[in-house]
């Protein structure tokens, strides 16, 4: 058995070399992947301290995930407790902080896999909708673990509606307290994080009623459990909701309230309060709240969703060039599946959406950050697009890197089914994405609505946000390529995708316009116009990400190496996007179908291309093989010894199975022989 190599990937892998169609692969590289790896990380210095985060959490026996897959619901709660405390130790010990650089890698590192996140909600929403008082009295008891926070919203009959919401919060003059109720079975609070079993306080959003009159929703601070013995307090109702497809680790829970009474104080009132006498006053704005909520989607989409894409394509590409199966010429050994043009098809437009989706959530961010500098200055111009941005592209990213994960799984066959793959539960975790955070076709149609604003506005000649600045020089035309190579022209595409989205939004406000002059009422006809309004947003959102990887690639000019890989996967990413969408881009001329052809053409050339890179543009990931938990990713390739090894763990090969003494041994014995 050859040495084991000792690189930083190998993780101290115990199964010696690595698998030569594997090593194979990365002696051809075109670039430096080294060098991938910091500018997709934002520097040299963001890569010392990322990976210094993971080595130091790996090294910890408390963090690891080696029997993850062979855990029960109950044993992955504990795990993860266990974890969320150690953290905390941990940090200390590091002099990690929570405002430190090292934080935002430490999520990464533990993979999601710990409890308490609720908690960090539970603080935020105090942050961001509580006064200076309550700042003072609640923040430092949260971060010194005095209580345990939850966040408790959703309820059993709404979820993205808030306004629909049930629960009542009733001022009690006399006591100058709240009086919580759920009046009935759809206003339980059901889903909230860490409530099922560990929180000892939440955040309830109420319907607040003063004098019998209605304010709408508010947030306030309920005690549900006791510090002493963490018994539930008198009047609440609580526990886990039971088995889910993933997140077994999370206690999401139900809560239910009977006459429970809060201080006055405990209304968290930034922005409103009601004084002794039962006067209600609004203090400031509102809009900055609003912000909170988008930002909590963008930053989800890095962690949970593009990660999860990049392991995906990490663990199948891999496995494709170690799988080999049946013959492409006909006397030599069976292929390696990435030799095939559908597998080369199946992934590597996955592996360009990673990347290009890489780009658009940095592109966000400094979005963000520049909207946060105005709404600080008290300008709140920004709002709309920010919010229009955040709600279109968290549907877009999720829907498109869940469909992704899946493809990845798909395509390593029956192991790729095996939870050992490590795919399964990035798909199962994944898919939640597309439901927490707003409803994707609700967020969708938000977006559409601000197009349909903007499209008006620009239609007469008024200013418009600088992404829609397009939709007022919307103009008939036809896509000027002549030969295949046009296609690889970034302003062919870009072109082609603007064309597409503002006929989209364009056609779907004519329509909406016509139905309204027709005499339908304005809510029927936007009803009538949904599902246009939702591929209008999507095409938008498309066509932003297509320019902004363009973009992105030409801010490369001073990295020859890293540019031009990155050129295909920017040309990949386009054209897949029009290969797989003909219709929109057929529907009015635009493009021909002899142009269509040109496009196939240059997309399935491509494929050769970028194959031959496919496996240091996952390396460049730079993904451990503790942080992948992959039998079938592993860096050193060995995916059938790990296969054999990992399903020895399993504890039903540890043990003679009790079926056989109850079920088996009395059929097998007892039955009379026909033979």
């Known amino acids: 058995m050859a040495l ?8 101290g892998s115990v199964l010696g070399s690595v698998n030569p169609d594997l090593a194979s692969e990365r002696q051809t590289a075109s670039f430096s992947v080294e060098k991938l790896t910091v500018w997709l990380d934002g520097g040299a210095e963001h890569t010392r301290i990322r990976r210094a985060v993971v080595e130091a959490i790996e090294c910890d026996p408390v963090f690891s995930r080696e029997n993850q897959y062979f855990q029960s619901q109950n044993e992955r709660y504990e795990e993860a407790v266990r974890k969320a405390v150690h ?5 200390h010990e590091m002099g990690w902080t929570e405002s430190g650089p090292e934080f935002k890698y430490i999520y990464r590192a533990l993979s999601g896999d710990i409890a308490f996140l609720l908690h960090r909600i539970f603080m935020r929403s105090i942050s961001v909708l509580g006064s200076d008082k309550q700042i003072a009295k609640w923040i430092p008891l949260a971060t010194r673990y005095q209580l345990i926070g939850s966040y408790a919203q959703t309820e059993l009959g ?3 509606y808030l306004q629909g919401l049930e629960t009542t919060a009733v001022f009690d003059i006399t006591t100058q307290e709240f009086i919580l109720n759920t009046p009935k079975i759809s206003a339980m609070k059901w889903w909230p994080g860490d409530m099922g079993r560990s929180a000892t306080h939440t955040v309830v959003f109420a319907q607040l009623y003063v004098h019998g009159k209605c304010y709408g929703v508010h947030p306030f601070i309920v005690q549900i459990r006791s510090l002493q013995d963490h018994s539930l307090c008198p009047g609440i109702t609580a526990g886990d909701i039971g088995p889910k497809m993933n997140f077994e680790h999370v206690d999401n829970g139900y809560l239910m309230l009977q006459n429970v009474r809060v201080p006055r104080e405990n209304m968290l009132n930034k922005f409103c309060e009601v004084q002794p006498d039962g006067t209600y006053v609004r203090l400031g704005s509102q809009q900055i709240n609003y912000f909170t909520m988008t930002t909590v989607r963008i930053s989800l989409l890095s962690d949970e969703v593009i990660i999860p894409l990049m392991k995906a394509c990490t663990i199948a590409i891999r496995y494709s060039v170690v799988r080999r199966q049946s013959k492409l010429k006909p006397g030599e050994e069976e292929a390696k599946i990435l030799d095939y043009q559908t597998q080369q098809e199946k992934l590597l437009p996955q592996l360009a959406t990673a990347y290009a989706f890489h780009f658009i959530s940095d592109y966000l961010q400094e979005l963000f950050n520049r909207g946060y500098r105005e709404i600080q200055r008290k300008n709140f111009d920004t709002l709309p697009e920010l919010h229009a941005f955040s709600s279109g ?3 877009m990213i999720t829907h498109y890197c869940t469909s992704a994960v899946e493809i990845c799984l798909r395509a390593c066959g029956g192991h790729g089914y095996s939870l050992l793959s490590g795919l399964p539960s990035l798909y199962t975790k994944i898919l939640a994405s597309c439901i927490y955070e707003g409803e994707n076709t609700i967020l969708l149609l938000q977006t559409a609505r601000f197009l349909i604003k903007c499209f008006m506005a620009a239609s007469t000649g008024q200013p418009v946000p600088p992404s829609v600045t397009y ?4 103009k008939p035309g036809k896509c000027p390529a002549t030969n295949k190579l046009d296609f690889l022209s970034p302003d062919i595409y870009t072109e082609a995708y603007q064309h597409m989205a503002a006929r989209l939004i364009s056609s779907t406000a004519a329509k909406l316009q016509d139905l309204i002059q027709s005499g339908v009422k304005k809510h029927d006809a936007w009803n009538q116009c949904t599902v246009q309004l939702v591929q209008a947003a999507k095409a938008h959102c ?6 902004n990887f363009v973009e992105t690639v030409e801010k490369l000019k ?5 540019q031009k890989i990155m050129k295909h996967l920017c040309d990949l990413f386009a054209l897949h996007g029009i290969f797989s969408n003909a219709g929109l881009f057929l529907h009015d001329g635009y493009i021909s179908g002899a142009q269509m052809d040109m496009v196939t053409a240059s997309y399935l050339d491509l494929l050769a291309v970028i194959r031959k890179d496919a496996v240091p543009l996952v390396d460049a990931f730079d993904f451990t093989d503790k942080s992948l938990n992959s039998a079938l990713g592993s860096y050193d390739g060995q995916v059938y010894q790990r296969l054999y090894e990992w399903a020895q763990k399993s504890p039903t090969n540890k043990q003679m199975s009790p079926a056989y003494e109850r079920y088996l041994k009395p059929l097998l014995h007892n039955t ?3 033979l």
Not at 471 to 474: E, K
Not at 542 to 547: A, E, R
């Open 4 to 11: 084991p190599e000792t690189g930083k990937y190998s993780q």
């Open 558 to 562: 001073t990295q020859a190496g890293i």
């Open 393 to 395: 592209f968290k549907a």
């Open 87 to 91: 953290l905390q130790k941990k940090m």
């Open 158 to 160: 709404h979820g993205t």
């Open 542 to 547: 498309h066509y932003i990400t297509v320019k």
């Open 672 to 674: 009379p022989s026909k």
């Open 471 to 474: 939709l007022a020089a919307v």
